[in-house]
């Protein structure tokens, strides 16, 4: 079984900074791939970044130059360094882990969700 644990949302003013972590535990091999998603009031679930074990990045068109995503493989954990934020940003954030559980095996994990509100 496979645990992933976000942190670091919360509220900020518009133009602010937040970042989020995600920490996972368990049965894990390795991590191939770690990303963050958003769901935002009324609208479905997009991606947000995401980071592959060699640590090539891809980002959503509406974050780019403003969001970096980051992972410490030791630590089994990923980043979301999100600045310059906007009130469109605010979205319940969801970590997503593709998790080698062994040379055969993987699965997909999702967290909890973090709220993140950017509002004056």
């Known amino acids: 079984q496979v645990q992933l644990v976000e942190s670091g949302g919360g509220l900020v003013q518009p133009g602010g900074s937040l970042r989020l972590s995600c920490t996972a535990s368990?049965?894990?091999?390795?991590?191939?791939?770690m990303g963050w998603y958003r769901r935002a009031p009324g609208k479905e679930r997009e991606l947000v970044a995401i980071?592959?074990?060699?640590?090539?990045?891809k980002y959503a068109d509406s974050v780019k130059g403003r969001f970096t995503i980051s992972r410490d493989n030791a630590k089994n954990t990923a980043y979301l360094e999100m600045n310059s934020l906007k009130p469109e940003d605010t979205a319940v954030y969801y970590c997503?882990?593709?998790?080698?559980?062994?040379?055969?095996?993987?699965?997909?994990?999702w967290g909890q969700g973090t709220q993140v509100t950017v509002s004056s």
């Open positions: 997503n882990a593709l998790v080698v559980l062994t040379t055969q095996k993987m699965a997909n994990y």
């Open positions: 368990g049965n894990i091999f390795s991590i191939n791939v």
């Open positions: 980071i592959s074990s060699d640590r090539s990045t």
